[in-house]
T-cell receptor, first 112, second 112 residues
Framework: DAKTTQPPSMDCAEGRAANLPCNHSTISGNEYVYWYRQIHSQGPQYIIHGLKNNETNEMASLIITEDRKSSTLILPHATLRDTAVYYCIVRVVAGTASKLTFGTGTRLQVTL | DTAVSQTPKYLVTQMGNDKSIKCEQNLGHDTMYWYKQDSKKFLKIMFSYNNKELIINETVPNRFSPKSPDKAHLNLHINSLELGDSAVYFC???????????FGSGTRLTVV
């Protein structure tokens, strides 16, 4: 699976949009971009994933550049409960040997 | 109902003991995993099972023995516990055809 690069930490004011970047310049054509987050010591939580089109769900939006070498996770109106470590992961989506490999992620701190 | 449930939530034990952690998922997924998160918060995959068959074994000491009695359960047995085994262990499940992983809430193992 391709590797990703994320900033170690970011701050965001409550109510503002949080834009979390991720570089994945070695991504292969069959690899998807996944985002997870881990709030404090809870289990990681799936947020969203995509291949090449932008995606949106009730939690967030995922913007993938046309060359697929980078992406941005957008939390449109961050709240204090969004404070967490956010992980950007690229992987082949299917197959029994496919696995999620976590990096160090971005620690997002949402403040009042 | 909890989608992926692990028991126990906390486990404190002495060095040299043998202990087990249980995991059950009610999502109908065909693949289950064990992850270890150490004190530096790095999440690392240990094992994955697909339909009761071991698929991934990430160079884990053979003191760790996973067992999958059916595709809804994946237990982790650890022999001769060592101080370095202290960590949070997360169980997860997914469908091999695609989609996100669902994680349990973790088991905090402390070896004293």
């Amino acid at each position: 699976d391709a590797k990703t690069t994320q900033p170690p930490s970011m701050d965001c004011a409550e109510g503002r949009a949080a834009n979390l970047p991720c570089n994945h310049s070695t991504i292969s054509g069959n690899e998807y971009v996944y985002w997870y987050r881990q709030i404090h010591s809870q289990g990681p939580q799936y947020i969203i994933h995509g291949l090449k089109n932008n995606e949106t769900n009730e939690m967030a939006s995922l913007i993938i550049t046309e060359d697929r070498k980078s992406s941005t996770l957008i939390l449109p109106h961050a709240t204090l409960r969004d404070t967490a470590v956010y992980y950007c992961i690229v992987r082949v989506v299917a197959g029994t040997a496919s696995k999620l490999t976590f990096g160090t992620g971005t620690r997002l701190q949402v403040t009042l | 109902d909890t989608a992926v449930s692990q028991t126990p939530k906390y486990l404190v034990t002495q060095m040299g003991n043998d202990k087990s952690i249980k995991c059950e998922q009610n999502l109908g997924h065909d693949t289950m995993y064990w992850y270890k998160q150490d004190s530096k918060k790095f999440l690392k995959i240990m094992f994955s099972y697909n339909n009761k068959e071991l698929i991934i074994n990430e160079t884990v000491p053979n003191r760790f023995s996973p067992k999958s009695p059916d595709k809804a359960h994946l237990n982790l047995h650890i022999n001769s516990l060592e101080l370095g085994d202290s960590a949070v262990y997360f169980c997860a499940s997914s469908q091999s055809s695609g989609g996100g992983y669902t994680f349990g809430s973790g088991t905090r193992l402390t070896v004293v």
